[in-house]
């Protein structure tokens, strides 16, 4: 099984990002499909999730910005990321259940 993240890059701040998790090996299980985000010396933490029925969930600091979504047909799942700050700078991962992509660095300039 892999999930493999892309669509990370610098960009400067109010900039827009799109990533993409491509899941290999399996298909989307009922549980829960997440990101989550590690900035250099804080712990990782989770960012939004979207659940089978399609109920999406944010932390408070990303509401309003970005969006998760998912593409059964294709076995991907994305998070849409505009008006980006410098402190949304960090190594993003999709999740779901016990596995996990091996990031992808979002940069953000001031």
């Known amino acids: 099984v892999q999930f493999v993240e892309s669509g990370g890059g610098l960009v400067q701040a109010g900039g827009s990002l799109r990533l993409s998790c491509a899941v290999s090996?399996?298909?989307?299980?009922?549980?829960?499909m997440r990101w989550f985000r590690q900035a250099p010396g804080k712990e990782r933490e989770w960012v939004a999730s979207?659940?089978?029925?399609?109920?999406?969930r944010y932390i408070s600091s990303v509401k309003g910005r970005f969006t998760i979504s998912r593409n059964y047909a294709k076995n991907e799942m994305y998070l849409e990321m505009i008006s980006l700050m410098p402190e949304d700078t960090a190594v993003y991962y999709c999740?779901?259940?016990?596995?996990w992509g091996q990031g992808t660095q979002v940069t953000v300039s001031s």
């Open positions: 999740n779901q259940d016990d596995d």
């Open positions: 979207m659940d089978s029925m399609g109920t999406r």
């Open positions: 090996g399996r298909t989307f299980s009922s549980g829960d």
